[in-house]
């Protein structure tokens, strides 16, 4: 079972900018179309960005699009997502979510709904101040 890790949360100012990271163990991401969610407060997950196993195609909602860049490194195992222009409405908990592909016709992508996830990180922290 492959096990998720994030980092990189903190707080920032509005317009600012931060880099969450996401390791992996446990398994191989790039068997794994991976995900980032947010969770505000009072709030359920909500996707943010995703990137298929093959790395040749990512997913953006559009309150982020233009700012999120979401990127994997497979030789270091771990997924990316470079924040910038941040807001205030960007503040929540920050999740890494896999789900392992079942050969190119079932990848899942764009797995924008949590359920379609099962490995998942404890969540790392994001403020935006105003």
């Known amino acids: 079972q492959v096990q998720l890790v994030e980092s990189g949360g903190g707080l920032v100012q509005t317009g600012g900018s931060l880099r969450l990271s996401c390791a992996a163990s446990g398994g191989t991401i790039s068997d794994f179309t991976m995900g980032w969610f947010r969770q505000a407060a009072g709030k359920g997950r909500m996707i943010v960005a995703t990137t298929r196993y093959s790395g040749d195609d990512t997913f953006y909602v559009d309150s982020v699009k233009g700012r999120f860049a979401i990127a994997r490194d497979n030789a270091k195992n771990t997924v990316y997502l470079q924040m910038n222009d941040l807001k205030p409405e960007d503040t929540g908990v920050y999740y890494c979510?896999?789900?392992?592909?079942?050969?190119?016709?079932?990848?899942?992508?764009?797995?924008?709904?949590?359920?379609?996830?099962?490995?998942w990180g404890k969540g790392t922290q994001v403020t935006v101040s105003s």
């Open positions: 979510a896999g789900v392992e592909v079942n050969g190119p016709d079932y990848d899942f992508f764009p797995a924008i709904l949590d359920y379609e996830y099962n490995a």
